[in-house]
């Protein structure tokens, strides 16, 4: 291969790279819009100390 086949080359492969990870960040903006809050912490349901719980709700 030439200099000037590696260059396109090179570039082909960046370019194909570049999509790939805009895709994955149009994916999870997508993700994050979907999710919805309901206020809660996923800690406050596997708190196995009842005392904790009852401290941490009474804040």
């Known amino acids: 291969m030439?200099?000037?086949?590696?260059e396109k080359d090179r570039k082909e492969q960046?370019?194909?790279a570049?999509?790939?990870?805009?895709?994955e960040v149009e994916e999870a903006?997508?993700?994050d819009e979907d999710k919805?809050?309901?206020g809660?912490?996923?800690?406050?349901?596997v708190t196995p100390n009842t005392?904790?719980?009852e401290?941490?709700?009474g804040d």
Do not use: C, H, P, Y
Request: without cysteine; hydrophobic residues 25%; glycine residues 12%.
């Open 2 to 6: 030439s200099g000037e086949e590696d």
């Open 29 to 31: 903006e997508k993700r």
């Open 36 to 38: 919805t809050d309901d």
């Open 14 to 16: 960046f370019d194909t």
């Open 55 to 57: 401290q941490a709700e």
């Open 40 to 45: 809660g912490e996923a800690g406050d349901a």
């Open 18 to 23: 570049l999509e790939e990870v805009l895709r």
């Open 51 to 53: 005392g904790a719980q």
